[in-house]
């Protein structure tokens, strides 16, 4: 599962809502007239059950466009907290965490205290590090943003080089 910022998801839930609101607005109106202007003749009871049938549907779109423009609401505030976290963690990576310490530091890290060996490894070692610098300093941050900036991280700092 590839990480979804609190934005994102506020973005999208805005977006959904607005256009639930909008679909079930207008087809209410037009389920409304056809109603009431029974332009195909239709008999009084397939008039009431499909326009019944079709009135739900168009009500049960507006209602989820509300709930989805709430979910946004929270999203959004959310979003907030979580780009005031990254910031700070990310203030606190450019102080603590530069290139030539990690790898002053990965250099005593023994084989058999790292979960990863080999090679090829300098990737997952320094990433592991760096994760578990950034977890001793934020206890309570979400492991999937940690990831996420992580990730991002160290593409900032090694590049290409793996």
């Known amino acids: 599962m590839v990480y979804q910022s609190s934005a994102q998801k506020a973005e999208d839930n805005h977006g959904t809502g607005i256009m639930l609101i909008v679909v079930g607005a207008i087809g209410f109106i037009g389920d409304i007239i056809f109603f009431t202007l029974n332009p195909m003749n239709m008999p009084l009871f397939n008039k009431y059950l499909s326009c019944g049938v079709m009135g739900a549907l168009f009500v049960l779109f507006f209602v989820m466009g509300i709930l989805s ?22 203030e606190w990576c450019d102080k ?11 250099r005593f890290i023994d084989e058999e205290d790292s979960d990863f060996s080999g090679d090829d490894t300098m990737y997952f070692k320094r990433c592991e590090y760096i994760k578990d610098r950034i977890l001793r300093q934020y206890v309570n941050i979400d492991e999937d943003l940690l990831d996420d900036f992580v990730d991002k991280f160290y593409s900032e700092l090694y590049g290409d080089e793996v």
């Open 69 to 90: 423009v709430k979910t946004y609401k929270i999203f959004s505030e959310k979003a907030k907290e979580e780009n005031s976290m990254v910031s700070q963690v990310r």
């Open 96 to 106: 603590e965490l530069t290139k030539e310490r990690i790898e002053e530091d990965i």
